[in-house]
């Protein structure tokens, strides 16, 4: 199957995501978060995991790996898909799909970030009114999944209010 049997040329005018990866790195009873340093144009001065953009021709466990390197310099394990989120990006004709993952660090010992300043927090002690929007609600998600759990689906909108709105896909 050729470049024109993927149906690209078709589709240029379908409705298209932005593909990402967003990383929660635990090391003990802790978490990895950045908090977006002033200059960013998403988030500044709120907690996050890390993560980025996918690049082309790049695979969604490479990205994440890449953007977890280049974001803290640490060398982790145990890197799992733990959830697949479609976000509304306020966009009728663009969205953002971006895959949640785990990883334990074997260290804490971290690099400095381009992206603003990295910091542990104890997991029963975490910057909830700091944090991006949806984090309350997905971080526990993510980190309190079993091995043997699949991983979530959901999806994001926004109200009438622009209040976000976060549904989780019934798996049986």
């Known amino acids: 199957m050729g470049h024109a049997d993927q149906g690209v040329e078709k589709s240029k005018h ?3 995501v932005i593909p990402r990866t967003l990383c929660f790195i635990t090391h003990g009873d802790e978490v990895l978060l ?3 340093g002033p200059h960013k144009r998403l988030w500044a001065g709120r907690y996050n995991g890390v993560g980025g953009h996918i690049e082309a021709g790049e695979d969604v466990h490479t990205a994440a790996l890449r953007e977890i390197v280049e974001e ?3 060398a982790v394990h145990d890197l799992r898909l733990a ?6 990006a306020g966009d009728p004709a663009v969205g953002i799909l971006f895959f949640v993952f ?7 010992e971290i690099g400095p970030s381009p992206d603003g300043a990295l910091e542990w927090w104890p997991i029963d002690r975490l910057p909830a009114s700091e944090m991006v929007e949806d984090l309350p ?3 526990p998600r993510a980190l309190g999944m079993g091995l043997a759990d699949p991983p979530f689906f959901a999806a994001y909108r926004y109200d009438e209010q622009d209040r976000l709105i976060i549904s989780f896909a019934e798996q049986t």
């Open 83 to 88: 959830g697949i989120v479609h976000a509304d």
């Open 137 to 139: 609600v997905l971080l």
């Open 14 to 16: 379908r409705y298209q």
């Open 102 to 108: 785990t990883a334990r660090a074997a260290s804490k």
């Open 72 to 74: 803290t310099g640490l």
């Open 34 to 36: 950045l908090q977006g």
